[in-house]
């Protein structure tokens, strides 16, 4: 028998019993980097592939989607921080080998092109902005004399530099949404590195998990989509592009737990908390079940013509996303080397 | 210049004096702790092995948490001594997380804070707080780099090990064991 | 706190300044500091020390005194923790007073006036109606001496300290009986010189009894061996070669089979046995029938390894120690069982010798003269002498038997003063103490904390802490004679609390004991005795403890002639004391009883960053271990179906349940026929915020008291326990 426990000393809150350094805020924030990166992968990807017709949600809506999801997931992690007043301390250094400094920093970059790439098509997308509402009239009238938009906003810029700037980023949009693909990937490796970075969380310590994050983020990505579109064609397509991420992902997490069983003495330890042990009832019906099979399953019948609303497999994806992230993070502050 | 402890496992009581030596010595708050006792018990009645040991940050060689770091706060100084500038801390638990041994925690002020292997001390040529208290003298600390010092010795001489070597950060605190 | 963290504390914007100041300098350098010396009351090894103060007066530290030979400069974790007792909270600092009947829980806050008053009226009317001699002192630490004073003065001589017949009175008398003087305190034990250390229930290390540690430490670096005989996986057991893991209540047994082998097989010291005992003829026969082969059947360790053992001990002799123990009231026999240790240090040779037991020095500190006391009518002497000859010391037990309400002797003690001592804790058969409390018609409690105590007094004085107050220096026995002054650290106590010489002197006052007080200050009567061994108050402030020259032997040198403090002159193997009092004059093996179906010897012990009760609520220590737990082995958890951490409340033999429930630690270090409940848990008293329903207490449980007839102490090792998993029904006593 082998009995090992701390017997006196340690009680630091947050680390003792369980370690807890990391609150909901982090796996929150993990997910929504995740699905912003998938969000603008696909802007960009059909862009590119010249769809802009046929792809209106992915390529204008999303993005604006993927905005949001940045800004709150920075509030998020903002919000975890015990020293949120010094925030700002993140960008007065790059650190390239600390997964936080490069997350904050490419976070910041992603968004400042998702914003530039919303601004290449924000006539597009609101070609009469009507101004009736009080709160808005006011909102603008802050920026643009009242007379400019008189009641309606036309998009003539004021400003030359604006002007210029726009039509300077229009003409290269394909530059930017290779950029955009480029930045998409990195933000949905970088969720799964900011765990697999830590060597001493064994359940995290993983190669796999940059690409089975990214996998993920590209799912939720396609479940956001196929929830927003309004033509058959884009959620028939997101939907078949789920099935196949779908599939990648099943054979990344049985790859990682073939791994991990494989591995040292601690990591096969790690698996049975999923295999039988403390969080195998919520990972197996929230994740796997939930988040990846039925989906899966619904997602085929509707190829085969079945009516299901997308609005339920879409829905089960973001889920199963979430809860994934939010075990793993759990999960991997429980699993530790000593004691 | 490289700062270790050498820890000698078949002479600890596990009494905690470190523990309360530390918190005194460091205005460390009450209910915090840098450092803690273990215990291992191994075998089956009457058949058995204890081995206790005073735990701490092992000040390692390769510092995941000095990496993970994304201010700066984090650093090592002089001898390997891995510190926390308290200023320069956003509270980020990054440095928590990439520790192995849970040998950070947050101060209530909201920063990082851990064994400083007592450098306000050691810089004047005393031993650490821990070390000093011991009643069983069971603590060695000195410059491991010197193979003419106490703990050199020490180390070179018994059979030594790390704590959780596989986590690869290359601990400078030894057991005698 | 320094500027660093004040800034922090106070105004977080200010730290935008990055850098501004690094962490370090909220840390002072100890040459910014100053030290004023003290020597340490949380426990009774009385370690001289230092109090670091920072430049607002602050304690920040208490660190040991590099000269001295108790703390060789290191403090235990609970001399370490010391400032927690100062800075606790939770304690008193006001004088309380009972209101309404006896046993009513509400106390008001009393003027100190108002309390040496009521306390002066109700002495005088104890004293008219029972006479003087039966105002009782409860006592222990430091402050005692100032309160036997007071009562001595006031003319009765009951009195008694739980330290004495709830500890180390069975040794005292075994070793007495055998070398003619005993062995006090710190236990002159040479661990640091041994070659071989037997611990038998000696739980060094869990007992954190500092010179023992560190000698102890000292003796593995030297390649001891170390034997440890105990029930349970002790911390020393674990450092030792070999671990007994004896049956309990059977030491005797094993003792005596170790004589035998040593005596038969020839492995005594012969030249030591011839030229200093008596009566080691009579001991050889005495002992032939214990063999190993018969103490296997007692004690459960095997015969090979109780001969291999003794061999041990013999190849290393003199220098040995067989460690006398100090908590040595355990089964009732106990006198006899610490005697069995002094004869088998003598067949050793290691009494007296270098590596086994040395002879201490120290330097006395003359009495401050004043008027002889008036003799008592009778003493305690009086009522305990009669049944138990070899006490040496005023017996708790036996004063509180004489303070019952069915005490049909003329002789009665009716009232008490409890200083420094938490009496419901720590004498077993905790109903009976408080039936004697009840029958009292005055309790005063002189206490720092609102400990469980405190609940039973018609009078609660608050003292200050050792830290806030001046005492008796301490003039203790070691290698080498010295004396260590405690001094006030801190400008003043906390709240309205007083030094207990304060308060027994303006007590002494109100009595009109004047006389006995001719002083005005602790601090003249300091400096006097200081300067009648050659030093003064002066001095002594700035180097807190001066050592002596030896003057007497350290160990006996070779081959010289020796002069032992009994009838014979000798070691006696054979006592002549024992033997003219009608006890054992030899020990003699006794069965003690061993568990009932479906119950557990019921082990108690100590933790090392506790003592007693009287730290639990210490911030430093208390959450290094808040409560205890109780150590269960594995197979017992299985059949009971009890799992790691789970609550569970305990009934004895006598079906007295414990108040709080406590959490199972199971373990394979403790056996399958007892459980381990570590001693100073499950506090009483609500007051005791930290402290309060932490854990269980083993006082409550014992309350099966084996009596040792020599001298009255109260063996508390004969109990058993089962296991409730649901919470009893019972009647509350918290106070
Ligand atoms: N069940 C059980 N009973 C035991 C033991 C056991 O292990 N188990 N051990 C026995 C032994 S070995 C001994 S020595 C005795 C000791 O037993 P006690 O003499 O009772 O010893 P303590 O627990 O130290 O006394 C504690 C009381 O002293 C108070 N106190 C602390 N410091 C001061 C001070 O500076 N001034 C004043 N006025 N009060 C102070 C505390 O607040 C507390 O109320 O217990 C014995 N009884
Ligand atoms: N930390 C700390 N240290 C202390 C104290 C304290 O309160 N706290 N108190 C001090 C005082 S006043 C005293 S008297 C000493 C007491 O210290 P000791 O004399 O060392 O201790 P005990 O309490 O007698 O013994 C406890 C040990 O006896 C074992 N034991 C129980 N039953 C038996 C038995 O039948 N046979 C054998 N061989 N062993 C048995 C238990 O498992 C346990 O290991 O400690 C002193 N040191
Ligand atoms: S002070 Fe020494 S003996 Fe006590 S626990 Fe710490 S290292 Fe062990
Ligand atoms: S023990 Fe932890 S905190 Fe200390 S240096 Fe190593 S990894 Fe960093
Ligand atoms: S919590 Fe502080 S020290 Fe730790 S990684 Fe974050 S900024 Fe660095
Ligand atoms: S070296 Fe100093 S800071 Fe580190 S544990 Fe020891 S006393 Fe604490
Ligand atoms: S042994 Fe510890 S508690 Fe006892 S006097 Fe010494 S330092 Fe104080
Ligand atoms: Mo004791």
Redesign the interface.
């Known amino acids: 028998?082998?009995?090992?426990?701390?017997?006196?000393?340690?009680?630091?809150?947050?680390?003792?019993p369980v370690?807890h350094?990391?609150h909901w805020p982090i796996p929150f924030y993990l997910f929504v980097g995740g699905l912003a990166a998938g969000l603008l992968f696909f802007a960009a990807y059909k862009y590119l592939a010249g769809k802009e017709k046929d792809f209106p949600t992915a390529i204008m809506i999303g993005p604006f989607v993927a905005l949001v999801a940045i800004v709150v997931g920075l509030m998020a992690?903002i919000y975890?921080?015990?020293?949120?007043?010094?925030?700002w301390?993140?960008f007065?250094?790059v650190?390239i080998?600390?997964?936080?400094?490069w997350g904050?920093w490419t976070l910041m970059i992603v968004s400042i092109v998702n914003i530039i790439w919303i601004f290449t098509f924000l006539k597009k997308i609101f070609p009469k902005f009507n101004l009736k509402q009080n709160f808005l009239k006011k909102v603008v009238s802050i920026f643009i004399e009242e007379k400019q938009y008189e009641g309606e906003l036309n998009w003539d810029w004021k400003y030359k530099l604006l002007r210029n700037f726009e039509k300077f980023s229009i003409t290269n949009r394909s530059a930017i949404a290779w950029v955009m693909i480029l930045l998409s990937v990195v933000l949905g490796v970088y969720t799964g590195i900011l765990l697999s970075?830590?060597?001493?969380?064994p359940l995290w310590n993983t190669a796999l998990l940059g690409p089975l994050f990214l996998t993920s983020g590209l799912s939720t990505g396609a479940a956001m989509l196929m929830i927003l579109s309004k033509t058959h064609i884009e959620k028939f397509t997101f939907s078949k592009i789920d099935i196949l991420l779908i599939v990648i992902e099943l054979f990344f997490i049985t790859h990682m737990f073939m791994g991990y069983l494989a591995g040292?003495e601690?990591k096969a330890e790690a698996a049975h908390y999923f295999l039988g042990g403390e969080f195998t009832v919520t990972f197996w019906i929230n994740v796997i079940i939930l988040g990846l099979v039925i989906p899966l399953i619904l997602e085929t019948m509707e190829l085969l013509h079945v009516k299901i609303p997308v609005i339920i497999p879409g829905l089960l994806i973001l889920w199963g996303g979430m809860m994934f992230r939010f075990i793993m993070v759990d999960a991997g502050?429980v699993i530790?080397?000593?004691? | 210049m490289r700062y270790g402890m050498a820890i000698d496992t078949r002479k600890c009581v596990g009494c905690s004096d470190c523990v309360v030596a530390c918190q005194t010595e460091n205005n460390v708050p009450h209910g915090y702790t840098r450092d803690w006792i273990s215990e291992t018990v191994e075998g089956i009645y009457p058949d058995l092995a204890l081995e206790i040991r005073s735990e701490r940050c092992n000040h390692c060689d390769n510092t995941p948490c000095v990496r993970t770091c994304p201010t700066g706060a984090s650093h090592v100084i002089e001898g390997g001594i891995v510190k926390v500038t308290h200023e320069e801390c956003i509270g980020c638990a990054a440095c928590i997380e990439s520790c192995p041994y849970d040998a950070r925690y947050f101060h209530p002020e909201g920063y990082v804070d851990k064994c400083t292997f007592c450098d306000h001390r050691v810089k004047n040529g005393q031993d650490p707080a821990c070390v000093s208290v011991c009643p069983t003298h069971c603590m060695y600390f000195g410059d491991l780099d010197d193979s003419n010092s106490e703990i050199s010795k020490i180390v070179a001489k018994n059979k030594v090990k790390v704590l959780a070597p596989e986590a690869g950060t290359k601990p400078q605190i030894f057991y005698i064991v | 706190m320094g500027v660093g963290g004040l800034v922090v504390a106070t105004t977080p914007i200010l730290n935008w300044v990055p850098g501004f100041l690094k962490d370090d300098s909220e840390i002072p350098d100890d040459s910014k500091l100053k030290r004023i010396p003290t020597y340490c009351e949380v426990c009774f090894w009385k370690c001289a020390a230092w109090a670091y103060v920072n430049d607002k007066g602050k304690v920040v530290k208490i660190i040991g005194n590099d000269e001295d030979q108790h703390s060789n400069g290191r403090l235990c974790p609970r001399g370490t923790g010391g400032l927690g007792m100062m800075e606790d909270e939770d304690r008193l600092t006001k004088p309380l007073m009972r209101v309404g009947e006896p046993g009513n829980q509400t106390f008001k806050e009393v003027s100190w006036d108002e309390a040496y008053d009521f306390i002066a009226k109700k002495m005088t009317e104890i004293g008219d109606k029972y006479g003087k001699e039966s105002m009782a002192l409860f006592h222990h630490g430091t402050t005692g001496p100032h309160f036997e004073h007071l009562i001595k003065a006031y003319g009765s001589d009951c009195i008694a300290e739980p330290a004495i017949a709830q500890c180390l009175v069975p040794r005292e008398v075994g070793f007495k009986a055998t070398f003619g003087r005993g062995l006090s305190s710190p236990e002159p034990t040479d661990i640091r010189n041994t070659r071989c250390l037997v611990l038998i229930g000696n739980h060094i290390g869990e007992n954190m009894h500092n010179g023992h540690v560190q000698e102890m430490s000292q003796a593995i670096d030297n390649g001891a061996t170390i034997i440890t005989v105990d029930p349970r996986f002790s911390t020393a057991a674990s450092k030792s070669q070999y671990w007994l893991p004896i049956k309990p209540a059977t030491d005797l047994a094993l003792l005596l089979s170790w004589m035998n082998v040593i005596i038969k097989e020839k492995l005594y010291d012969k030249e030591y046995v011839e030229k200093y005992t008596y009566g080691f003829d009579l001991l050889k026969n005495h002992v032939k029938s214990y063999t190993p082969e018969w103490a296997y059947t007692k004690t459960g360790i095997k015969p090979g390894v109780i001969r291999k053992t003794a061999y041990e001990m013999a190849g290393a002799a003199p220098a040995v120690v067989v460690h006398p123990g100090r908590h040595t009231v355990w089964y009732g026999d106990d006198t006899q069982r610490t005697r069995a240790i002094a004869i088998l240090n003598t067949l050793l040779g290691s009494y007296g010798k270098k590596g086994g037991i040395y002879f201490p020095e120290k330097r006395r500190l003359p009495k401050y003269p004043h008027e002889e006391y008036v003799e008592p009518k009778w003493t305690w002497k009086d009522i305990t002498r009669d049944k138990h000859k070899l006490a040496i010391l005023g017996v708790t037990n036996v004063l509180i038997d004489y303070a019952l309400p069915e005490n049909k002797s003329d002789k009665k003690i009716k009232g008490c003063f409890i200083t420094a001592t938490n009496i419901v804790k720590s004498i077993p058969d905790q109903k009976k103490t408080i039936r004697a409390l009840d029958n009292m018609e005055l309790v005063v409690v002189v206490d720092t904390m609102p400990t469980e105590i405190t609940g039973y007094a018609d009078i609660v004085l608050p003292e200050a802490v050792y830290l806030e107050r001046y005492d008796y220096a301490r003039a203790s026995q070691h290698r080498k004679p010295n004396v260590a002054l405690r001094m006030p650290v801190v400008d003043k106590p906390m709240g309205d609390a007083k030094p207990g010489w304060m308060i027994a002197r303006e007590l002494g006052i109100k009595l009109g004991l004047e006389k006995y007080f001719p002083w005005k200050n602790i601090e003249d009567v300091l400096d006097w005795q200081f300067k009648k061994v050659g030093t003064s108050l002066e001095e002594m402030k700035k180097i807190g403890l001066k050592e002596f020259d030896k003057e007497d032997y350290l160990y006996i040198p070779d081959g010289a002639e020796w002069e032992f403090n009994t009838p014979t002159g000798k070691i006696e193997l054979f006592s002549n004391l024992l033997a003219g009092e009608g006890y054992d004059a030899m020990p003699k093996f006794t069965e003690h009883k061993q568990n009932p179906p479906g119950f557990f010897r019921l082990i108690y012990g100590r933790v090392p960053m506790h003592t007693f009760g009287r730290t639990v609520n210490n911030p430093y220590l208390n959450s290094l271990r808040p409560e205890n737990h109780l150590w269960v082995h594995p197979d017992v958890a299985k059949d009971w179906g009890i799992e790691s951490g789970q609550e569970v409340w305990l009934e004895n033999q006598d079906g007295v349940k414990t108040d709080f429930p406590v959490k199972v630690r199971i373990t394979q270090r403790i056996n399958s026929n007892a459980v381990y409940l570590p001693h100073g848990f499950g506090g009483d008293n609500k007051k005791m915020t930290r402290a309060y329903g932490k854990g269980a207490s083993d006082s409550e449980l014992i309350t099966n008291v084996m009596i040792d007839k020599e001298t009255g102490a109260t063996g508390m090792r004969g109990n058993f326990v089962t296991f409730l998993l649901k919470e009893p029904k019972q009647e509350k006593k918290s106070v």
């Open positions: 028998m082998r009995e090992e426990l701390i017997t006196s000393g340690r009680m630091n809150p947050g680390i003792d370690l350094g990391w992690l975890d921080l015990q020293h949120p007043l010094y925030a301390q993140l007065t250094t650190r080998v600390s997964p936080m400094s904050a970075a830590f060597n001493a969380r040292s601690v502050q530790r080397y000593l004691y």
